[in-house]
């Protein structure tokens, strides 16, 4: 095994590196950035047997076109459904494939999705801020942007025949506009018509999207009288509204703490299909108790646990699955 | 008021202590921030201590809202109010010029000389109350009542590390490049982020800080030889 070198030929806006996330230091001000959608990070990571947090390259809609100069790499990509061009043939997302020497790589908006993960069968070369890679993007902490013209140098770069091929997509993320919340802290302060738009009316989202949140567009907030609350804590998924009554989603590069009211917070599943949608999608919010919550959180960790178990089973080398095409072959000509 | 507990989406609840700010809640919050730090109940992950109250973050697979309250209410009637002394941090500023943008604002706002609104600023006895915002940006209560003057109307752009400013009650001196309506009247080489996962920023909430005024060589000795250019 060696190194893997790959020039970045363009890096829109927003591609960063990110590893599982910097938790635990909320409360010094330092969200735990990590990926935006955790679930396809895990399984590009899962569909090389990598641990789940290992560092991967988040790609936004600006995109991601990189050539490999020196070295092979196996990589897997998940997430949203990008476009993938490798060595010049075109490929649907979610996939593992070996970059060689001389081959381009080029990750480009799709129809879908918003965030795209490509991790690596081998280490990526990335300055670490508490213990982290996970890039902060208000700060730059962490790993940092990708931009054109750098390299990534990946240490002790593999080819992993043995995994190359589709990754099955997860099937057990909600679909559709529902984005489901638990109401509060300060709902209470809300006029009632505020709250019957909120959880009856559609919201969209804004442009005004990035790591640290999502604006979105729809009816107005109002409070029943004017607010004054001490700074307090904010979390990934508080769903603030400012002065003028605009919701506000707060996501993984969050401001730790702020004295706007939050009138409900969108549970942690519903985060990764949320952050897939883009400006322009409409979202429905849909209330539900903390009881309710805490066993969709449950039923979740046990769907991811199982999902990835099974993304991260090798399908066999070339020949192996040549022999079981060929037995599966001769099974169907038997039947003829 | 009576301590409340609020669940926050399927793995946190807000305990709110008080509706304002107050030295008392202060220190009933650095207590039970203490307390929970200290023991830990199964399925914590992190405590976020704030003005009036605490964010307790959870695995929602291991526990939940119920079973945490239930843990936080018998912690809560046991935290003691410590009378340890807290620990004193000492963060230098330089109040000269290019460092005093808002120095002369403050000083008419507040009907005073240059001198005296540095002076005052000095004599503050300050506190940590919280983090929050961004990285290592400590919010310090204490602000002199001859100095607090409000936020500005606009935020102004790209304020950077160091600077030393004041709103209101309170006092901050900032670690990034960030936009503020705070007024900044000087600068500091004391170094908050300390870049080191065991113990990564100067400060924990409850210390208490004073400032110490230093020349402007004195500054650009000690900005030099912290490796900032």
């Given at each position: 095994m060696s190194d893997a070198i790959l020039a970045v030929h363009f890096a829109g806006a927003l591609v960063t590196l990110q590893d599982g996330g910097r938790v635990g230091h909320l409360r010094y001000g330092v969200a735990a950035s990590g990926p935006m959608d955790k679930v396809a990070f895990a399984a590009a990571n899962a569909a090389l047997g990598n641990e789940p947090d290992k560092t991967a390259i988040e790609v936004s809609l600006g995109g991601l076109i990189v050539e490999c100069k020196s070295g092979s790499v196996t990589l897997a990509i998940a997430g949203g459904d990008f476009m993938i061009e490798h060595a010049g043939a075109k490929t649907n997302g979610w996939v593992v494939l070996t970059l060689n020497e001389g081959e381009r790589l080029s990750v480009r908006v799709g129809t879908e999705g918003s965030w795209a993960y490509i991790a690596f069968a081998g280490d990526v070369i990335a300055d670490e801020w508490l213990g982290h890679t996970a890039t902060h993007s208000t700060s730059g902490f962490g790993g940092g942007a990708i931009q054109t013209g750098q390299q990534i140098i990946v240490e002790r770069a593999d080819i992993r025949e043995d995994r190359e091929g589709q990754i099955e997509q997860p099937d057990f993320l909600p679909s559709g506009t529902r984005m489901r919340v638990v109401m509060g802290p300060q709902d209470k302060w809300f006029r009632s018509e505020a709250i019957e738009a909120f959880q009856n009316t559609r919201y969209s989202l804004t442009n005004n999207y990035d790591r640290m949140g999502v604006r979105l567009e729809g009816e107005h907030l109002a409070l029943d009288a004017a607010l004054s609350i001490p700074s307090e804590p904010i979390v990934r998924g508080s769903v603030q509204v400012s002065g003028e009554g605009i919701p506000t989603i707060l996501l993984a590069d969050h401001h730790t703490t702020g004295g706007y009211p939050k009138i409900a917070t969108v549970i942690s599943t519903d985060i990764n299909v949320l952050v897939q949608k883009r400006s322009g999608h409409e979202i429905a919010f849909e209330a539900i108790t903390p009881e309710a919550a805490i066993s969709i959180a449950r039923q979740f960790a046990n769907d991811l646990d199982g999902y990835l178990a099974q993304v991260s089973i090798p399908r066999g080398n070339l020949q192996q699955r040549l022999m079981q095409q060929n037995l599966i072959s001769g099974v169907v000509g038997f039947d003829d | 008021?009576?301590?409340?507990?609020?669940?926050?989406?399927?793995?946190?609840?807000?305990?709110?202590?008080?509706?304002?700010?107050?030295?008392?809640?202060?220190?009933?919050?650095?207590?039970?921030?203490?307390?929970?730090?200290?023991?830990?109940?199964?399925?914590?992950?992190?405590?976020?201590?704030?003005?009036?109250?605490?964010?307790?973050?959870?695995?929602?697979?291991?526990?939940?809202?119920?079973?945490?309250?239930?843990?936080?209410?018998?912690?809560?009637?046991?935290?003691?109010?410590?009378?340890?002394?807290?620990?004193?941090?000492?963060?230098?500023?330089?109040?000269?010029?290019?460092?005093?943008?808002?120095?002369?604002?403050?000083?008419?706002?507040?009907?005073?000389?240059?001198?005296?609104?540095?002076?005052?600023?000095?004599?503050?006895?300050?506190?940590?109350?919280?983090?929050?915002?961004?990285?290592?940006?400590?919010?310090?209560?204490g602000v002199d009542a001859s100095i607090q003057v409000p936020r500005k109307l606009a935020a102004v752009r790209d304020i950077p590390a160091g600077c030393v400013m004041v709103a209101g009650t309170q006092c901050l001196v900032t670690t990034l490049k960030m936009p503020t309506g705070w007024s900044i009247i000087g600068r500091s080489p004391t170094q908050i982020l300390l870049n080191d996962p065991e113990r990564p920023f100067l400060f924990d909430v409850g210390d208490e800080v004073s400032f110490e005024r230093i020349s402007l060589e004195t500054y650009q000795q000690l900005h030099k030889a912290s490796g900032n250019e």
């Amino acid at each position: 095994m060696s190194d893997a070198i790959l020039a970045v030929h363009f890096a829109g806006a927003l591609v960063t590196l990110q590893d599982g996330g910097r938790v635990g230091h909320l409360r010094y001000g330092v969200a735990a950035s990590g990926p935006m959608d955790k679930v396809a990070f895990a399984a590009a990571n899962a569909a090389l047997g990598n641990e789940p947090d290992k560092t991967a390259i988040e790609v936004s809609l600006g995109g991601l076109i990189v050539e490999c100069k020196s070295g092979s790499v196996t990589l897997a990509i998940a997430g949203g459904d990008f476009m993938i061009e490798h060595a010049g043939a075109k490929t649907n997302g979610w996939v593992v494939l070996t970059l060689n020497e001389g081959e381009r790589l080029s990750v480009r908006v799709g129809t879908e999705g918003s965030w795209a993960y490509i991790a690596f069968a081998g280490d990526v070369i990335a300055d670490e801020w508490l213990g982290h890679t996970a890039t902060h993007s208000t700060s730059g902490f962490g790993g940092g942007a990708i931009q054109t013209g750098q390299q990534i140098i990946v240490e002790r770069a593999d080819i992993r025949e043995d995994r190359e091929g589709q990754i099955e997509q997860p099937d057990f993320l909600p679909s559709g506009t529902r984005m489901r919340v638990v109401m509060g802290p300060q709902d209470k302060w809300f006029r009632s018509e505020a709250i019957e738009a909120f959880q009856n009316t559609r919201y969209s989202l804004t442009n005004n999207y990035d790591r640290m949140g999502v604006r979105l567009e729809g009816e107005h907030l109002a409070l029943d009288a004017a607010l004054s609350i001490p700074s307090e804590p904010i979390v990934r998924g508080s769903v603030q509204v400012s002065g003028e009554g605009i919701p506000t989603i707060l996501l993984a590069d969050h401001h730790t703490t702020g004295g706007y009211p939050k009138i409900a917070t969108v549970i942690s599943t519903d985060i990764n299909v949320l952050v897939q949608k883009r400006s322009g999608h409409e979202i429905a919010f849909e209330a539900i108790t903390p009881e309710a919550a805490i066993s969709i959180a449950r039923q979740f960790a046990n769907d991811l646990d199982g999902y990835l178990a099974q993304v991260s089973i090798p399908r066999g080398n070339l020949q192996q699955r040549l022999m079981q095409q060929n037995l599966i072959s001769g099974v169907v000509g038997f039947d003829d | 008021m009576e301590t409340q507990y609020t669940p926050v989406a399927d793995y946190a609840l807000l305990v709110t202590l008080a509706d304002d700010i107050s030295d008392d809640v202060h220190k009933a919050i650095v207590a039970f921030d203490q307390a929970i730090t200290h023991a830990m109940p199964l399925g914590v992950i992190e405590v976020v201590p704030a003005l009036v109250n605490l964010l307790v973050s959870f695995d929602p697979v291991v526990t939940d809202h119920i079973q945490l309250e239930a843990e936080l209410r018998k912690l809560h009637s046991n935290a003691q109010h410590k009378d340890d002394q807290p620990t004193k941090r000492v963060v230098k500023v330089c109040y000269e010029s290019p460092f005093d943008f808002d120095l002369d604002a403050v000083a008419k706002a507040c009907n005073l000389s240059a001198d005296a609104v540095i002076n005052a600023h000095l004599a503050g006895d300050y506190k940590v109350l919280m983090y929050g915002f961004v990285p290592g940006y400590a919010y310090l209560g204490g602000v002199d009542a001859s100095i607090q003057v409000p936020r500005k109307l606009a935020a102004v752009r790209d304020i950077p590390a160091g600077c030393v400013m004041v709103a209101g009650t309170q006092c901050l001196v900032t670690t990034l490049k960030m936009p503020t309506g705070w007024s900044i009247i000087g600068r500091s080489p004391t170094q908050i982020l300390l870049n080191d996962p065991e113990r990564p920023f100067l400060f924990d909430v409850g210390d208490e800080v004073s400032f110490e005024r230093i020349s402007l060589e004195t500054y650009q000795q000690l900005h030099k030889a912290s490796g900032n250019e």
